[in-house]
């Protein structure tokens, strides 16, 4: 079946502006994670879906960062007012249940901003 | 807290064996898990180990020594294709997976 797809899989910004980048779990997977990657590391934790509902939320630097999950399924990762620091790659990954469940991660979305 | 050290590099011949080891710091374990991406790539699920002993996939393998805090992966018959980053991961207190600074693996002919 289908994996993980992210969408834009590249995004150029300026200093300031909102993005918006889209997330799309396998098919059934109640549990969404979305990670940030810079150069060289390994994927940082920004927030956790079950359902609907962010399970946790800790990894997110600051307030200009949010994302959603309305129906359970399509996750949006928000950033407002996005700075060159916020440059990365935008990972999400999905699980069956959560827990110890294998995480299956998309692409990722890389985010440049100028 | 949670904390991963890895070694930051390797580089094997192709047909080789190599191991990469990983120690932990965590305040609560469920499990050691190993995860490939190569350049411009999404990471790829490898194993999880949650009991000690040794797991074998094919020419990959990931042991895990609970006591001692450590665990590695083990690639036999090394490709070319190998060549990649490989990242040791443990579950935070909740679900969220958090991530070494990874290997990058360099097979050479």
Redesign the interface.
Known sequence: GAG?SQTPSNKVTEKGKYVELRCDPISGHT?L?W?RQSL??????LI?FQGTGA??DS?LPNDRFFAVRPEGSVSTLKIQRTERGDSAVY?C?S?LR???D???????TRLTVL | GQSLEQPSEVTAVEGAIVQINCTYQTSGFYGLSWYQQHDGGAPTFLSYNALDGLEETGRFSSFLSRSDSYGYLLLQELQMKDSASYFCAVPSGNTPLVFGKGTRLSVIA
């Open positions: 993980v549990a994670y990670y060289g590391q390994g994927p940082e934790f956790y399970a946790d990894g990972l990954a699980s959560g827990g110890a294998t995480q299956y991660f998309g692409p990722g």
